[in-house]
């Protein structure tokens, strides 16, 4: 085992508050001795035990079942104790005082996850799926979570780390031969088989932003001038009344937030205040400062138009950030008369509705979930996080790197290329990771986790 540590920790493994059950999960090697002061018996591995815990007099603090696993088939690798007790917190600190007093201390939040991977009972990615199938807000989020957990994502990750092994050590025996006559790979084949990782990381890349959506979900910022429908159509979304809907322009003075899920994926939508440049009130001046904000974090902003307005919005369009998917709402089309639906457009995804029939709602629905591209039961799915984005991105720079410097006939340039890419997908599965990454990743787990 890694994990060197002799401390053997404890801690409350159930959400605090009074239940049917809570739970005492307890790891190290001093997990044995605890059984004769603690239960009075030495239970049977892995089997449950009905008794009770004793404080130091003997006397039982409480009557429950314990789980005992032995080293190193166990969740952390490590001997674990389990103590199934009655839920009321009073029991539980009880419980933990008596853990303590046998020289057990307190786990940090994650630390048991944390001795599961110093222990190589699983890699960093299926570590942190662990917190993220905890965390999951909808369905389709806790089976990727699930995936990753039984690690389709870093079997993905390994193949890859495999791939870049063999090429960079076809490349750098090049150089080291270079005098002697062995074609170990010709240059054409090199830049084909570096393509094909070209492929191979971008998709994985995409599935990684769709794992990252499906786990913390899109922001969508409603933009547009007064009066446009940016209101109903959150109100129409979150299916209540969440926001004052009235004809008075400048209504909604602050950002307003919803929650919402679409088709298994979870959505963040912010009503802004309208867009205008003669504001007069300062209240509402500061809700345009606070749209621009809103603005800058979006996934995907949903432009509202009145599609009775002849007045076209190509100073707002021209306001707003390049680089941010866009979608034109066209509505009231009730009273324009218009058709509802997706429309051909040359600046953009367009779609006319109606927020007061609901026509083209339905349309409008589909194109955002087209736009986001998630398909919440895509086959082999995963959860994923920015971190590993930014390495499929490293990786990727560097494998493009080395196509380059092949190209050029810098084959010792090429090898170091390959060497940073798999540096970065090494980080993604914990293979190479630093004390910092890794404290940063388990201080955000629950405690008992």
Same mark, same amino acid.
């Given at each position: 085992m890694i994990h060197a540590s002799g401390d053997t920790i404890a801690a409350i493994a159930t959400p605090r508050g009074r239940g049917g059950v809570g739970v005492i999960r307890i790891s190290g090697d001093a997990v044995p001795s605890l059984f004769g002061p603690l239960l009075g018996k030495r239970p049977e591995p892995r089997h449950a035990s009905f008794g009770g815990f004793l404080d130091h007099h003997g006397q039982a603090i409480d009557q429950g079942l314990?789980?005992?696993?032995?080293?190193?088939?166990?969740?952390?690798?490590?001997? &674990?104790?389990?103590?199934? =007790?009655?839920?009321?917190?009073? &029991?539980?600190?009880?419980?933990?005082?008596?853990?303590?007093?046998?020289?057990?201390?307190?786990?940090?939040?994650?630390?048991?996850?944390?001795?599961?991977?110093?222990?190589?009972?699983?890699?960093?990615?299926? %570590?942190?799926?662990? =917190?993220?199938?905890?965390?999951?807000?909808? =369905?389709?989020?806790?089976?990727?979570?699930?995936?990753?957990?039984?690690?389709v994502f870093s079997e993905q990750i390994h193949a890859l780390v495999e791939t870049l092994i063999e090429l960079r050590l076809l490349i750098e025996a090049a150089i080291d031969f270079s005098d002697e006559e062995i074609d170990f790979l010709t240059e054409a084949k090199v830049i084909d088989q570096l393509k094909a990782m070209e492929k191979q990381l971008a998709s994985i890349r995409s599935m990684a932003l769709k794992g990252q959506r499906l786990r913390e979900g899109a922001t969508l910022v409603l933009v547009g001038r007064p009066n446009a429908g940016k209101s109903s159509l959150l109100n129409r979304l979150a299916g209540e009344d969440r926001a004052? &809907?009235?004809?008075?322009?400048?209504?909604?003075?602050?950002?307003?937030?919803?929650?919402?899920?679409?088709?298994?994926?979870?959505?963040?939508?912010?009503?802004?205040?309208?867009?205008?440049?003669?504001?007069?009130?300062?209240?509402?001046?500061?809700?345009?400062?606070?749209?621009? %904000?809103?603005?800058?974090?979006?996934?995907?902003?949903?432009?509202?138009?009145?599609? /009775?307005?002849?007045?076209?919005?190509?100073?707002?369009?021209?306001?707003?950030?390049?680089?941010?998917?866009?979608?034109?709402?066209? /509505?009231?089309?009730?009273?324009?008369? /218009?058709?509802?639906?997706?429309?051909?457009?040359?600046?953009?995804?367009?779609?006319?509705?109606?927020l007061k029939s609901g026509d083209g709602i339905d349309d409008l629905l589909s194109v955002l979930t087209h736009q986001l591209g998630i398909e919440p039961e895509q086959e082999g799915a995963f959860t994923a996080r920015r971190r590993h984005l930014e390495a499929l991105e490293v990786a990727l720079s560097g494998v493009l790197g080395a196509q380059r410097e092949c190209q050029a006939g810098s084959q010792d340039l090429a090898a170091e290329q390959l060497r940073l890419s798999q540096r970065a997908l090494s980080e993604i599965t914990g293979d190479f990771s630093s004390d910092d990454l890794l404290g940063r990743i388990f201080a955000s787990f629950c405690i008992g986790k």
């Amino acid at each position: 085992m890694i994990h060197a540590s002799g401390d053997t920790i404890a801690a409350i493994a159930t959400p605090r508050g009074r239940g049917g059950v809570g739970v005492i999960r307890i790891s190290g090697d001093a997990v044995p001795s605890l059984f004769g002061p603690l239960l009075g018996k030495r239970p049977e591995p892995r089997h449950a035990s009905f008794g009770g815990f004793l404080d130091h007099h003997g006397q039982a603090i409480d009557q429950g079942l314990a789980l005992y696993f032995p080293a190193p088939h166990s969740f952390t690798g490590e001997h &674990v104790l389990e103590l199934h =007790a009655h839920g009321s917190p009073v &029991v539980l600190d009880l419980l933990l005082e008596r853990l303590i007093q046998l020289e057990c201390r307190l786990a940090r939040p994650g630390e048991f996850s944390e001795r599961a991977f110093l222990n190589r009972k699983m890699d960093l990615t299926q %570590a942190e799926a662990i =917190a993220d199938l905890i965390d999951s807000a909808t =369905a389709a989020a806790a089976r990727a979570a699930q995936r990753s957990l039984k690690g389709v994502f870093s079997e993905q990750i390994h193949a890859l780390v495999e791939t870049l092994i063999e090429l960079r050590l076809l490349i750098e025996a090049a150089i080291d031969f270079s005098d002697e006559e062995i074609d170990f790979l010709t240059e054409a084949k090199v830049i084909d088989q570096l393509k094909a990782m070209e492929k191979q990381l971008a998709s994985i890349r995409s599935m990684a932003l769709k794992g990252q959506r499906l786990r913390e979900g899109a922001t969508l910022v409603l933009v547009g001038r007064p009066n446009a429908g940016k209101s109903s159509l959150l109100n129409r979304l979150a299916g209540e009344d969440r926001a004052i &809907v009235t004809p008075i322009p400048g209504t909604t003075r602050d950002t307003l937030r919803e929650a919402i899920q679409l088709e298994g994926i979870p959505l963040h939508i912010i009503d802004t205040a309208g867009l205008r440049d003669d504001a007069t009130d300062p209240v509402e001046r500061e809700g345009i400062q606070r749209t621009r %904000a809103a603005i800058a974090v979006a996934d995907v902003i949903l432009l509202m138009v009145d599609d /009775n307005d002849v007045k076209p919005d190509g100073a707002l369009i021209d306001a707003l950030p390049d680089g941010i998917p866009m979608i034109f709402i066209h /509505n009231k089309i009730d009273l324009s008369g /218009n058709a509802a639906g997706r429309v051909p457009s040359d600046r953009g995804i367009k779609v006319r509705i109606s927020l007061k029939s609901g026509d083209g709602i339905d349309d409008l629905l589909s194109v955002l979930t087209h736009q986001l591209g998630i398909e919440p039961e895509q086959e082999g799915a995963f959860t994923a996080r920015r971190r590993h984005l930014e390495a499929l991105e490293v990786a990727l720079s560097g494998v493009l790197g080395a196509q380059r410097e092949c190209q050029a006939g810098s084959q010792d340039l090429a090898a170091e290329q390959l060497r940073l890419s798999q540096r970065a997908l090494s980080e993604i599965t914990g293979d190479f990771s630093s004390d910092d990454l890794l404290g940063r990743i388990f201080a955000s787990f629950c405690i008992g986790k």
